[in-house]
């Protein structure tokens, strides 16, 4: 299981580190991808991390990170200069094989965390 926290309200210019946590130790080749989902539109992939690779959405490229620490299995996502078009529920997922040019494609996720609502005003 994969629990995603760290949401809340900001203003926007200002950041937020989300967390996504899983229950119990994987192997850190399994791919974790952040997503996010804004009312009305479709999810969409914003981040994925795995053993060597890094990706980020063209949207957030330069001011998103995503991190991991295998000891506490958890994988993180700084968000700064947020801006109001980044309000979403953003969810965690998890992959265990992907062709990393899918990585923002849902459907190679099997498994999802609950989803942290973040919201930038303006």
């Known amino acids: 299981q994969l629990q995603a926290s760290g949401g809340g309200l900001v203003q926007a210019g200002g950041s937020l580190r989300l967390s996504c946590t899983a229950s119990?130790?994987?192997?850190?080749?399994?791919?974790i991808g952040w997503f996010r989902q804004a009312p009305g539109k479709e999810r969409e992939g914003v981040s994925y991390?795995?053993?060597?690779?890094?990706f980020y959405a063209a949207s957030v490229k330069d001011r998103f990170t995503i991190s991991r620490d295998n000891a506490k299995n958890t994988v993180y996502l700084q968000m700064n200069s947020l801006k109001p078009e980044d309000t979403a529920v953003y969810y965690c997922?998890?992959?265990?094989?992907?062709?990393?040019?899918?990585?923002?494609?849902?459907?190679?996720?099997?498994?999802w965390g609950q989803g942290t609502q973040v919201t930038v005003s303006s």
């Open positions: 991390i795995n053993v060597s690779r890094k």
């Open positions: 997922a998890r992959s265990s094989r992907l062709i990393l040019s899918q990585w923002r494609a849902p459907p190679n996720y099997a498994i």
């Open positions: 119990r130790r994987t192997s850190s080749n399994n791919g």
